[in-house]
């Protein structure tokens, strides 16, 4: 792989089998209590099944590992690679994303047993020089997935009128956030990854920056602000709202954030009281611009909220360490709890190229639409973000665990 879509250092805290092995135990880990009918469901094109994020990640270990890489190794089942791509137009034809919830078949039993074959599989490329930087994005790829389930799942279980818990203990109880601003000088500053630990390639390459002097919160909005914005007509004021968001808040009737209702939100634990000081999660780009101008304030760019997270540690606050139950409890963390709007359109560095090949799709063809997140989430796993890290998603998208941080002129 070219060294522009991946780097890896030997100096990295575990080694690639041990994230591995963790990362791998750790999908399975937060399947175990679905059913085969709760691992197939699919609630909306957003979303994915549980069982095809089983599937999916293992065929990106069979695909771009596997296949090239280990000598006399066949497809599990050649059928399987049509079922269970994704997006890579390099490797064909593919079911379409819609459809993904009417694979009945194969079963869950078959899978895992799937996984397992290529874990085994696995074992004697891990410890590859030449092989690293594409089993640190393989690894890199199924965290994510983590997450995507994490969510995919919460939003398949409250479509379900009983409300039913994934998991029964309720979510940790809110800490107290600090009050105050990061206030920082503007300037030129540096931003994109540096260095020679993992990074995906659209974090790079790295370039400078003219920042104007700014300040960001050192708190994130929580659910009780949220309901002050509600009820002070924030849903129903044309003035704060950007031309699309207005569009879209009145045709599709938007009137909270996603999994409110009368005082309470639905969790992987069920419906539970909504705790006014946990910071507001599953709100889409559009909300968020619109409470930051309620606010008197705005959304910090990406590179403003970057130059503050390089003074920060990247896996600290509440992010995700074992399988069971996540939600944003306001550690006053910079990162963790949820992914953090900015204002930044989703859009290439400067000297950006794409990687050669099919894992050249992995992230350059979606720069267009979207806009980036910083940070990470309580279902982000632990280790796994980074100052320089990129999320992204389309303004109207709050299925995963979105807030914001407010930003001002200084």
């Not at 924030?234 to 968001?245: E, I, K, M, N, R």
């Not at 304030?297 to 606050?317: C, K, M, N, T, Y």
Request: aromatic share 12%; proline share 6%; glycine share 8%.
């Amino acid at each position: 792989m070219p060294e522009a879509q991946t780097r890896t250092s030997t100096g990295d805290k575990a080694s690639l089998a041990t994230r591995f092995a963790e990362t791998r135990a750790l999908t399975e880990a937060l399947c175990a209590p679905l059913s085969e009918a709760d691992a197939t469901i699919q609630s909306m094109e957003d979303a994915s099944p549980a069982k095809w994020h089983l599937a999916h990640v293992t065929w990106f270990w069979e695909t771009f590992l596997l296949r090239d890489h280990a000598p006399g190794y066949t497809l599990y089942d050649e059928a399987w690679p049509f079922l269970f791509n994704s997006y890579y137009e390099a490797e064909g034809d593919r079911i379409l994303r819609k459809r993904r919830g009417m694979l009945s078949r194969p079963t869950l039993a078959q899978v895992l047993d799937w996984r397992a074959c290529v874990d085994d599989a696995m074992a004697p490329l891990l410890d590859r020089p030449e092989l690293a930087d594409l089993i640190a994005l393989g690894i890199a790829h199924e965290q994510q997935h983590i997450e995507l389930l994490l969510t995919d799942i919460k939003h398949a279980f409250s479509k379900n009128p009983l409300g039913p818990a994934i998991w029964s203990e309720p979510p940790e109880a809110s800490s107290q956030q600090q009050e105050g601003w990061y206030d920082h000088p503007g300037g030129i500053a540096m931003v994109g990854h540096q260095g020679s630990t993992f990074a995906f390639d659209n974090e790079g390459p790295a370039h400078r920056v003219l920042l104007e002097p700014f300040a960001l919160s050192r708190r994130l909005v929580t659910n009780g602000e949220w309901a002050d914005f509600i009820a002070d007509g924030g849903y129903s004021t044309a003035s704060l709202w950007l031309s699309d968001g207005w569009a879209w808040v009145n045709r599709m009737g938007i009137s909270a954030p996603l999994y409110w209702r009368d005082g309470e939100q639905f969790t992987h634990a069920g419906w539970q009281a909504r705790d006014p000081d946990a910071p507001v999660t599953h709100i889409s780009y559009y909300e968020a611009d619109a409470f930051a101008s309620w606010a008197g304030a705005r959304l910090p760019s990406e590179f403003e909220w970057e130059v503050i997270g390089q003074g920060h540690d990247a896996a600290a606050g509440n992010q995700l360490d074992t399988a069971g139950p996540v939600a944003p409890r306001g550690t006053g963390e910079l990162f963790g709890d949820v992914w953090q709007f900015t204002r930044s359109g989703y859009l290439p560095y400067p000297r950006f190229q794409p990687a050669a090949g099919a894992v050249g799709e992995y992230n350059g063809k979606f720069m267009s639409g979207q806009w980036v997140l910083k940070g990470a989430s309580c279902a982000t796993m632990r280790g796994h973000s980074r100052a320089s890290y990129r999320n992204f998603f389309y303004p109207q998208q709050r299925w995963q665990f979105t807030g914001l941080r407010l930003a001002k002129d200084s």
